[in-house]
C-alpha cells in the first residue's frame, strides 16, 4: 500500500475511479502528462471498466476494493455520481492514497469538512474539480484582472442557461438529485472562477424555481424513460465577496434560449470572460466610452481536465500547495449551499469562513513537461 505522504519521484500512479461519460475525456487528457501515469480504472460495472480500460491503454481495471489495494496507484481520481463522492473519497483516503475529485466535493459541507480533516490527519492531499480555471481563458482574464485594465473591479453578471442534459445524456436522471441540479452541477464553474477572480464569498441572497417536476430521457438506450425531479431548476444569486466586489448570477436547466455570459465590470471597463466551462478564449474588453470590443491575449493550456490533477500531483512530488484544493471545493460548496438556503429561506445567508485564492498559473507552465523525473 502507498504510504500516502508527499514525496517520491517519477510519475504519479493514478487510479480512474468511475467510468462514466467524463471519464474519457480524463483518460484521454491524463494520458499526455508525464508527471503521471493510469495504472488503474474501476466501476461498479467491471465490464465497464474494462472497457473503458482497453479504450485508453489502461493495464488494469476492476472494482474499487481492487484498486485501491494496488501499491502502484497513488491518487485516485474520483468522477463517480455526487452521492457517491464522500464515500468513494473517504475509502480512497484509508487506503492511503491522495484524492482528486468531481464535483462538488460532497453533497453537503459538514461532509467535506469531515473528509479534508481526515486528509490532513493522514498526510493527504484532496483536490478536486472545476480545474477550467487554470485553462489559458480565465488565467488570462485573472491577468488582466490584476494588470488593471478594467480599472477597479466592480461587479460581475454570470448567466447558465439551456433545457438541461437529458437533452444529450444518455442517463441524465443524476443531474436532477441532491448535488446536482443547475446550482451544483454548472455552479462550482461559476463560483470558483469569481473566487479566484475577487477572493472569498461573504454572503449570498438567492430564489429558485422548479418548472417541472419529472423530465424524459430524450437520446440513447433509455430514450422514452420519464424521472423525477428533486431539485431546483433555475436559481438566480446575489454574491457579495469579501473584497467587495457583487455578482449576481443564473444558473438554469428552464431555458429554451442557450445562453453563456460572464462578464466582469470595473471602473474603466467591462471584461467579456470565456465559458468557464473550458480552458480557451476569447478574452474581450469593452473600455469605457468605447462602441467596440477588443479581443485580449489569450495564453495558457487548453488541453482539457486534468491540469488540476498534474498541478497537484507535482504537489505530492515536491510538496506545497496545489490550486484545485479540497479547501476551495469547500469553499465553493459552502457558497452555493448557501444560495440553496437563501432561496429556501428568502433570507440573505451569511458564510463563516474564507479561503485563500488560488495562485495564478505562471504563463509558462506546462502539464506536459516531464518534472517529476
Known sequence: MSSGVTGGTGPVGVAVVGAGVISAEYLRTLSGFPDVQVVAVADLDERRAAAAARTHGVPVSGGLDAVLALPEVELIVNLTVPAAHAQVATAALRAGKHVYGEKPITLAPAEAEKLLAEASERGLLV?????????????????????????????????TQGLGPEAWHPDPAFFYQPGAGPLFDLGPYYLTSLVALFGSVSQVAATAARARVERTVASGPKAG??????????????????????ADSTFSFDSALPRIRFEVTGTEATLAVPDPNTFGGPLKVLPSGDDAWRELPVRGRTDGRGLGVVDMARAVRGGGAHRASGALALHVLQSMTAIADSAAH????????????????????????????
Open 127 to 159: 483536490g478536486n474539480a472545476p480545474d477550467t480555471f487554470l485553462g489559458a481563458g480565465l488565467q488570462s482574464a485573472l491577468r488582466a484582472v490584476t494588470a488593471g485594465h478594467i480599472g477597479v473591479p466592480v461587479a460581475a453578471t454570470t448567466v
Open 225 to 246: 424513460q420519464v424521472f423525477p425531479v428533486d431539485v431546483p431548476t433555475h436559481v438566480s444569486a446575489l454574491i457579495e465577496f469579501a473584497s467587495g466586489v457583487r
Open 346 to 373: 428568502s433570507r440573505f445567508t451569511p458564510l463563516a469562513t474564507q479561503v485563500v485564492p488560488p495562485r495564478p498559473l505562471p504563463e509558462e507552465w506546462d502539464p506536459r513537461e516531464a518534472t517529476l523525473g
